[in-house]
C-alpha cells in the first residue's frame, strides 16, 4: 500500500522559513534587577551612617524607608502572584502590614514612651522595628533579596550601639590607620620622588 506524502499529519510541524528569526525578549541585567534593592540597601547604609554619629532618630526618613520597601515589596510580590485575587490579597496584606508597621513606629514616639526612651534608643528602637518589618514582609513575598535587605538591617543595630557606645575608640582607631598609612606611604613616596 502506497502512502500519500502530500497529505498533512495532524502530527506532523510545519516546516520553518529559515528567513523568520526566532525574537527573544530582551534580557535585564542583573544590576538592573537588583538596582532598587541597592539603593534600598545604600539607604539604609546612610540612615545607619547618620544615625550614628548623630544620635538622632531620623523618624521621618525611616518612614520613608519603610513606604518605599513597602512599595517595593509589592511589586516583588505582585510579579510572583498567579491570578488577580492572589494580587489583590497581597496587596491588601503588604498595606496592613506596613501601615501596622508604621502605627507601631509612631507610637514609639508617643509623649509617654519618650518619657522613658532617649533620642538614641528611640532610634535603635525604631530602625529595629523596620528590620524586623522588612525580613517578614520578605518572607510573605517569598524575595530573598528583600528578607536579605531586612537581615542587613538587623545586624546594623548591634552596629549602631557599638558606635554610638565606643565613638572615641573608633576615632582612634581611624587617626591610628591613617598615621600608620602616612608611616607606610612616606618613603615610598620619597623613593618615587628621587627616582
Known amino acids: 500500500m502506497e502512502t500519500n506524502h502530500s497529505e498533512a499529519s495532524p502530527y506532523q510541524v510545519p516546516p520553518v522559513d529559515p528567513r523568520i528569526e526566532a525574537v527573544e525578549p530582551p534580557r535585564t541585567s ?20 547618620y544615625t550614628s554619629f548623630s544620635n538622632q532618630p531620623l523618624v521621618l526618613y525611616w518612614e520613608f524607608l519603610a513606604l518605599v520597601i513597602g512599595v517595593m515589596c509589592i511589586v516583588t510580590g ?67 533579596q528583600i528578607c536579605l535587605l531586612g537581615l542587613v538591617m538587623a545586624l546594623s543595630v548591634p552596629v549602631i550601639a557599638w558606635i554610638q557606645l565606643s565613638a572615641l575608640l573608633v576615632v582612634l582607631v581611624i587617626s591610628l590607620a591613617v598615621g600608620v598609612g602616612v608611616v607606610l606611604w612616606w618613603p615610598w613616596h620619597k623613593k618615587s620622588v628621587h627616582s
Open 78 to 144: 505582585v510579579q510572583n502572584a498567579n491570578g488577580k485575587e492572589a494580587r489583590l490579597r497581597l496587596i491588601s496584606a503588604q498595606v496592613l502590614h506596613w501601615s501596622a508597621f508604621l502605627l507601631v513606629m509612631n507610637m514609639i514616639l508617643l509623649p509617654s514612651a519618650q518619657r522613658i526612651l532617649d533620642d538614641s534608643a528611640t532610634g535603635i528602637s525604631i530602625f529595629t522595628l523596620l528590620a524586623l518589618g522588612t525580613v517578614t514582609a520578605g518572607i510573605h513575598v517569598a524575595s530573598w
Open 30 to 49: 542583573i544590576w538592573v534587577k537588583e538596582l532598587p534593592y541597592s539603593v534600598i540597601l545604600v539607604l539604609t547604609i546612610f540612615g545607619v551612617a
